[in-house]
């Protein structure tokens, strides 16, 4: 097992509650033996100098996130393109992705940082948008990407290819692209399958379309996945990025989604069980 010793500390923004969990966290790693890098947010509750997180990615072994969900998926996102290995400490709601909690973190850490871990690899989507062949904009996600109508509540008509072949045209209020992690976010809400991590797979999963046939389907994450928006049909749609980037489409406009080059690696406590979590956080085998 690698042991690190560069670490870098990154937290959620406007919330007193971390302030606790940072503070412990900064005495954990105050020995000699860890250099500790903080982000700005980090930096302003501990009331000490910041690093830039650019800066960061670039002399840390492993980043440790505190937050909920989303802090994770925002940071992970930059970090896995440097693949550097994160840790999450929960301080949000659900917490699929940030599975210590503050009460555990100076147990679970101290066994990390004497190798006893469990290492998981996690895909991503990037996704590119085009309008007459321009380069609209483009972004990755963790979790999903979601084409959605922007501002009315009305359809929108959309066309789908994968790897060159048609599938369908669809009348819908969207569509959702999620990988095995985002299987258990929005697409869950949406009537989606929960696809393990281990998977290589993309889900592809219709928001409340008009034709009830036109359900959720599972493809390999290998393929190239490309949405058109009706041109005839004027309303305006977006697309979205784990629900923290946007950019905005128009009828006529493309989507091409494949797999993204880079990985998430995260790093869990020894014991750690998904299937355990998945009940946990669904509240499954729970007596009514």
């Known amino acids: 097992m690698t042991l690190f010793t560069s670490i870098g500390l990154f937290s959620k923004d406007n919330d007193e509650k971390i302030q606790l969990t940072l503070k412990t966290l900064y005495d954990f790693f105050s020995p000699d033996h860890f250099k500790l890098y903080v982000d700005p947010t980090s930096a ?28 994770l998926l925002k940071i992970g996102r930059f970090l896995s393109e440097y693949s550097i290995p994160v840790i999450g400490i929960n ?10 909690s503050p009460e555990q973190v100076v147990a679970k850490l101290d066994a990390i940082f004497k190798g006893q871990y469990i290492k998981e690899s996690r895909s991503l989507l990037h996704a590119s948008a085009y309008r007459d062949e321009i380069l609209l904009g483009e972004g990755s996600a963790l ?16 066309t789908t290819h994968i790897d060159g072949k048609f599938v369908n045209n669809q009348r819908a209020d969207g569509m959702i692209i999620a990988t095995p992690t985002g299987s258990t976010a929005y697409s869950l809400s949406g009537g989606g399958p929960i696809l393990h991590p281990e998977l290589d797979a993309v889900v592809l999963v219709p928001i409340c379309p008009h034709t009830l046939s036109h359900r959720p389907i599972v493809v390999g994450n290998k393929g190239m996945i490309e949405i ?11 697309l979205s990025f784990d629900g923290q980037a946007n950019i905005d489409l128009q009828a006529g406009d493309k989507v091409v989604i494949r797999q993204k080059k880079h990985r998430l690696m995260l790093i869990h406590p020894e014991g750690y ?16």
């Open 228 to 238: 058109s928006l009706c041109e005839s049909r004027e309303v305006n749609s977006r």
């Open 91 to 100: 301080l949000g709601r659900l917490g699929f992705l940030v599975d210590i």
């Open 44 to 71: 302003s509750f501990l009331e000490i100098e910041a690093m830039e997180v650019g800066k960061m990615a670039n002399i840390i072994d492993i980043a440790i996130v505190v937050g909920g969900d989303g802090t």
């Open 143 to 158: 979790n999903d990407v979601v084409l959605h109508v922007r501002n009315d509540i009305r359809m929108i008509e959309f």
């Open 273 to 288: 069980d998904y299937y355990q979590i998945l009940r946990t956080k669904l509240g499954w085998s729970v007596a009514p």
